[in-house]
């Protein structure tokens, strides 16, 4: 009964290269790669990844090597974080710095990975996982950090597409969506890394583009939040401004502003690890781009960053899709503060060219000049990293503007990316597969399902009578007790009635 | 630190009520709820269920009952399957008569539920189980059948709507789809129902209701198309008899057709069991209901039925939301046969009323005498019970075309459905979450997620490598060895080319 047909045991066939040396550390420039440009078509050089990626399976040596930068680290991190403002680590993309993007964007992208967006599920808003289970959950635990704490914001303000709630009359909060998280480095990785790393990861917005309508697109003097601020003159999208600054005293997830929250706990860790050397990263993808900006600003302009015996601990912002935040006084500020920003990017994204669409900082210095007192006069921050997502080979050039936006698409892009004009090809093994988790951006014959990041049964399980119910979650932590000693010691608690 | 938070640990509020006792046994009358009809509105009813399930909550004592009413079954089961039309069992409900139907309706559902249908999967248009795993994997253990073999259709015909095909270039079968299983009570359910029942089961279209468009919507005599039939006015719908016996020679999973699968599996199992009492059940949904009708019918007038004493089994359909499959004249064969259909329908569902929209059972006997010999002239067979969704309090009675016709609301239906006038009250305690599984018909405030029943990552599964892949699944059954030999006895062994 043996029939011409195509049997069940054919092997996966994965989607990407397989080098058996990275062509790209540090000291080896991509020559072979460069030349090869000229004389590639893509569909010539993803027939030819696909056979590498055979002799691969063959062979069955390829790892992912993430890590294999890493023991430069120690060395080296400084200038990683943004010590020389990233010079001469770009062009061409030094492997590290790449490593290290990779791991503070998936720390970004755990944010939308663990937070519970179904407005069916009573805990929507909050995050699926408790603290402690966090990183393992998502299969982050080699990530080597232990969150230290859960951030909040209040969905009391006019950002309706940033806040998710639930349908359920009796919700795990009213008030209150989960934010994001302060993370810190254990021994292990704090060894490996050669310092403590603070990580500071904020939640961006959950797949659409609307909240970029929902900004007022309207400046706002950062001291009037009462975020202290020498220069009035310094503005910031008062949008942003809110989210961070607001709080809903009858909540006990957001009594304490985004902002408190954040303050706090970076002095208590810095108190906690005041004997080591310590860094403090801030990552976000879109709106979460612009919270950490805004964070970071903040750490530095308030002191909390300074350690008893008067260092100042680098605050560093390594941000994805972010828009633009403030005005260019704003901009200035962070410069004479010292906080280093790194804004990935794929310029295709709207998001990025947003707000500010007419007076930013690509209008000539004459213009910018006059339109200065404008309230809505924007201007990016940092250091950009401008990638393309139609140099993917992997990618379908012509997606939606919403695959453009995605935090997943932008990690493969800084995979491949080796230099303006380079050949793009991936340098880590990072699963391209990744980029379909939320959206639909990978090319078809790729056989990625599209959207398939999904819980089984949309969370609901059996119980023992045989209904099916939405399982219970334990409480989420909410403050530390010794939040009110810290804002008093930060000169905060006057603004906080207890 | 205390807060005006409501905390996680809310109880789940399961959405059916609580009655300490069924109110719906055979010799009780619901006198109680009838006279309570004219009394309550919906609002009234929904809330006082509320009421009631609080307090089963409470008590903790609640439990399905889907199997109180078995024991009567050795001794009844023959009137169940419709030895006297179901006459008197109807109206009112009979509760043993119910908790059949449901546990037909759901082998029916089953053959959705294990079908896979994602055009990425490589997979797609099989089962998504070995037959030796189908109940087990499917949690329906407990109905007590054993898979005897598994059915395939070819591709090629003209119902793309049907079919589902891999975007894969080496597929598991280019021709075939899985359409259904065989299957037989094993012993210990054997003895609770009174005899060895072999079911069939035949798979429908998938959630749309675009195959409707796709038949031809042209009765054919059945004599045509090689099935045996004394009288040439006997007509059914072209398309079902081409999907009922088209095959594809080079495709191991089609090369005999589902007629011949059918009908030697049936011949051979009769064999096997030919010293017990047997019944025959087909079911199917949508499309399936129409298989179910035809085979049926083949397997009467072709007489694989009769044992080699010359007993006839029994056979039974029960057809859920089925559309007509052919003329009147195979209506009274039908009959004449001694073939025993229930078709159960939501009278809000357009499909069982095609084909035939215009000339049909309904129409005046003198109208209908005109018009028998158009091509386009149906007859509805068996007995229908006709139910309607807008009965249940529990669904949004504007739902989508879609819904309506979705077996899982039609079997909420059925569990609620006391008769014709008598208020709707859920018998046997089936959960009514699961009428969302795939589609979105519960009303919101019931809080179950639409279209719920998903697979983790779409069936993606983490390699040891740390990448995303489809898992490998074991090669399945195509047919018996002995295929050849039984279709040899049965005559139609000269029809196949070995």
Known sequence: MAASIIPFSITHEPIFPKFSKSPFTRNHKPTKLVTRNNSSSIGELVSEQNQQHHHAQRNSTYKPKLEEHLPRLPEEWREIQGENEWAGLLEPMDPLLRTELIRYGEMAQACYDAFDFDPFSKYCGSCRFTRRNFFSSLGMAHHGYTITRYLYA??????????????????????????????????????????????????????????????????????????????????????????????????????????????????????????????????????????????????????????????????TVLSFSGPRV??????????????????????????????????????????????????????????????????????????????????????????????????????????????????????????????WRQDENKGMIRSNDGRWVQPERPKLDDHPEDMHHHLTQLGLANSYHI
């Not at 292990?188 to 790393?197: E, L, M, N, S, V």
């Not at 001291?223 to 003159?233: A, H």
């Not at 997830?253 to 906690?272: F, N, W």
């Not at 950009?384 to 990618?395: C, G, I, M, V, Y």
Request: charged content about 25%; hydrophobic content about 40%.
């Open 154 to 315: 209040t969905a009391n303000i006019n950002l309706p597409n940033f806040f998710k709630q639930s349908r359920w009359p009796k919700m795990w909060s009213k008030n209150a969506n989960w934010a994001g998280y302060v993370a810190v480095s254990d021994d292990a990785t704090a060894k490996k890394i050669g310092r403590r790393d603070i990580t500071i990861a904020w939640r961006g917005t959950v797949t659409r583009l609307e909240w970029v309508a929902d900004l007022m697109d309207f400046l706002k003097p950062i001291s009037w939040n009462k975020i202290p601020c020498p220069d009035p003159t310094v503005k910031v999208e008062s949008g942003f401004l809110e989210l961070y600054t607001d709080k809903e005293e009858s909540c006990g997830y957001c009594k304490y502003s985004a902002r408190e929250q954040i303050l706090t706990e970076v002095k208590r860790l810095l108190e906690v690890y005041k004997m080591e050397e310590v860094s403090i990263t801030i990552t976000g993808h879109s709106l979460g781009s612009a919270l950490a900006i805004l964070s970071a600003y903040d750490i530095v302009e308030t002191g909390v960053n300074v350690t008893g015996d008067c260092r100042g601990v680098g605050v």
């Open 326 to 451: 403030g005005n260019v006084r704003f901009k200035e500020r962070l410069e004479r503060l010292g906080v280093k920003v790194l804004r990935v990017v794929n310029v295709h994204d709207v998001v990025p060219k947003t707000p500010g669409f007419v007076f930013n900082e690509q209008v000539p210095a004459m213009v910018m000049k006059v339109a200065e007192g404008l309230p809505w006069s924007y201007s990016h921050v940092g250091v950009e990293l401008a990638l393309d997502h139609k140099k993917s080979p992997f990618l379908n050039p012509n997606a939606d503007p919403v695959s453009a936006h995605n935090l997943e698409a932008l990690l493969h892009l800084i995979d491949g990316y080796h230099g303006k004009g380079q050949r793009f090809v991936l340098a880590t093994g990072r699963d391209p597969a990744l980029v379909n988790k939320g959206c639909d951006f990978l090319k078809d014959h790729y056989l990625v399902p599209p959207c």
